[in-house]
């Protein structure tokens, strides 16, 4: 038996942060970033929508880009003095990323961060609250994922929780906000997007319920993320959309080694943080050709050059055409092709060798990783990860 859960409700289209003045409650907190969102206004019509609604409102503000274990207990200590009802988390996934784990620690104050990295071991939710997400960004789709990332700076590991019970009761994904993102920060996302979408698509848990979503997110995003990049509104607004049918298929099929490995280098190196959607970017088309030794990943992949109208007859044509389509994507959008080129070689090379091994161990037990089309060993994730720094080609 398989399981498939969204939002109860998911409310789209240009103004549709509107509904929040149709919300039932008393007190609600509301999630956010840095600043973006109240600079652009956003905020101070959510919050004239809640009034509107009769509810009692207060803000948690500047939730960190890679929300930090330290940042959740605050935000969660903030929930239990105010009490709220709602908690409505606006932004990127940052923001509401955070929300979902303060959540569990708002109804549960006796609940450990390690209890909620064990993958779907929350606690029953909804004692005390509900949860609505609106993301600015067009890429996360945390917004209606069972999945949050947060950080332990301390250790230097970005942990996915997973569980059903942080799916949102509802989305609102509005295009209004996303208008705001500058143009790395689209390309970012876009391609984390479609990293989502194509590994949902090759995931071991993939089913009918997910397949058709994950591919017309591909499509959509193949069409409309250059043209979003380079300030396109309508595009933009399609972006919107199409992230988040990629996060539907992926909060039910789960993903891959792009995102383990994303994850546990994202925050290993001292010269900086790799952010999360370019990690993704570079690294999606070495382990699409890792994966294609799998001979039913391999097919799938071909369904998707396919679906594109990429040229090839073959699998092994098509899934390279694949790779090569994604590699003049990133080029498109300037988004480097291996770690040692990142914002100018800031990942320390040495650094980077002495720490491959352990960063390797962590990233096969990352919770992504069993669901992946072929599980690398401790030698083949060494060579994964050398091989997206170095910009070498896999032949393993």
């Known amino acids: 038996m398989s399981r498939f859960t969204l939002p109860r409700d998911l409310y789209h289209g240009a103004g549709s942060l509107e ?8 007190r609600a907190i509301l999630v956010l970033g840095g600043g973006s969102m109240k600079r652009f206004g956003f905020v101070d019509r959510a919050v004239s929508y809640l009034k509107e609604a009769g509810m009692e409102v207060q803000l948690f503000e500047n939730v960190e880009p890679d929300p930090s274990v330290d940042t959740v207990l605050k935000g969660a200590e903030a929930m239990r003095a105010f009490e709220p009802d709602w908690i409505i988390a606006m932004g990127g996934g940052s923001p509401i990323d955070a929300a979902k784990a303060m959540w569990a620690f708002y109804e549960y104050p006796q609940i450990t961060f390690e209890d909620l990295i064990v993958p779907f071991n929350f606690p029953t939710l909804r ?18 994922t069972a999945f949050s990332v947060i950080t332990d700076y301390k250790k230097g590991i970005k942990y996915p929780l997973a569980d059903f019970n942080i799916t949102p009761d509802i989305a609102i994904i509005d295009p209004d906000l996303a208008e705001t993102m500058p143009a790395k920060l689209t390309a970012h996302t876009g391609m984390d997007a479609m ?31 250059k043209n979003s990049y380079d300030g396109d509104k309508d595009a933009r607004a399609r972006m919107h959309n199409a992230q988040c049918l990629a996060g539907m298929a992926f909060s039910n099929a789960l993903l891959g080694i792009v995102h383990s490995m994303a994850h546990k280098t994202g925050a290993a190196y001292s010269g900086g943080h790799i952010v999360h959607g370019c990690a993704n970017a570079m690294y999606l088309p070495k382990v699409i050709k890792f994966n294609s030794k799998n001979p039913e990943a391999a097919s799938r992949y071909a369904d998707i050059a396919r679906f594109l109208h990429l040229e090839g007859t073959t699998d092994t044509e098509l899934v390279d055409a694949l790779i090569a389509e994604l590699k003049a994507m990133n080029v498109s959008l300037n988004i ?30 990352d919770a992504c990783t069993g669901s992946n089309p072929r599980i690398p060993t401790q030698e083949e994730m ?14 393993f």
């Open 19 to 26: 509904e929040l003045k149709n919300l039932k409650g008393k």
């Open 127 to 144: 004692q005390k609250a509900k949860f609505c997400a609106i993301p600015s960004t067009s890429g996360t789709a945390t917004e209606v």
């Open 195 to 225: 990293t989502h979408a194509i590994e949902a698509y090759v995931s071991t848990l993939h089913c009918d319920y997910t397949d058709p979503l994950a591919l017309h997110a591909i499509k959509m995003i193949h069409e409309f993320l």
């Open 336 to 365: 480097p092709s291996c770690i040692k080129d990142y914002e100018g070689g800031i990942i320390d090379e040495a650094e980077f060798n002495s720490k491959l091994s352990a960063v390797a161990e962590l990233a096969i037990g």
């Open 382 to 395: 060494e060579k994964l990860l050398k091989a997206c720094f170095y910009d070498l080609e896999i032949d």
